[in-house]
């Protein structure tokens, strides 16, 4: 099946540091999110990116889909409190409903 | 505007037992999808139900079923409850009009604990 490789696993920053997390897969696929989920919450979306190459921006986040289509990062720069929690990657195709989540990655912040 | 809501929030059951999950989407999305979120992974698809079809499956047992109303709110049933069931339910709905809209909107979920 398709396997999608999230890293790194877990992070220890301290605040106003810049994060950097990536996803790759054994497959192509023409849509890539980033999702973040709170304790007790569902995911919530961050960014959608639907072309290789796409660089996207949603505040201090920046993703960007990679060129062959297999991988996308995720940076947050200048990192805050609240920014502690699970960052998912997630990736789907047109005209298919299911989303394939990463393992996650759990972003601690450091007092 | 109320987002998704699932109902119960938590949930004890005892092996082999059923249990039915209950969403309510976001006002005006049609599109419910179900997932299960085992501790320390990430949601796996179960189903998507629009217009009150099962329109696409996981790789999940026939022991998960579910059901969309016409007010497009959706249920999950679960029969024969095992151990390995334990997880948080996610309802995850959207506007189905829009093939590139993947801004999916999940609910807080139910956690299912089978003992």
């Known amino acids: 099946g398709q396997q999608l490789n999230q890293s790194p696993q877990s992070m220890f920053i301290q605040e106003g540091e810049d994060v950097s997390m990536n996803c790759t897969s054994s497959s192509i696929f023409n849509t890539w999110l980033w999702y973040k989920q709170d304790p007790g919450e569902g995911p919530v979306l961050l960014i959608a990116l639907y072309k290789a190459g796409e660089l996207t921006s949603n505040g201090r986040l920046t993703a960007q889909f990679g060129i062959t289509r297999k991988d996308s990062f995720l940076n947050i720069s200048a990192s805050i409190p609240s920014d502690v929690g699970i960052y998912f990657c997630?990736?789907?195709?047109?005209?298919?409903?299911?989303?394939?989540f990463g393992t996650g990655t759990r972003l601690t912040i450091i007092p | 505007d109320a987002g998704v809501t699932q109902s119960p929030t938590h949930l004890i059951k005892t092996r082999g037992q059923q249990v039915t999950l209950r969403c309510s989407p976001k006002?005006?999305?049609?599109?419910v999808s179900w997932y299960q979120q085992a501790l320390g992974q990430g949601p796996q698809f179960i189903f998507q139900?629009?217009?009150?079809?099962?329109?696409q499956r996981g790789n999940f047992p026939d022991r998960f079923s579910g059901h969309q109303f016409p007010n497009y709110s959706s249920e999950l049933n679960v029969n024969a409850l095992l151990l390995g069931d334990s997880a948080l339910y996610l309802c995850a709905s959207r506007t189905g009009t829009c093939m590139r809209n993947y801004g999916y909107t999940f609910g807080s979920g139910t956690r299912l604990t089978v003992v």
């Open positions: 006002s005006g999305h049609d599109t």
């Open positions: 997630a990736f789907v195709n047109f005209g298919n409903e299911k989303l394939t």
């Open positions: 139900y629009y217009e009150e079809e099962e329109r």
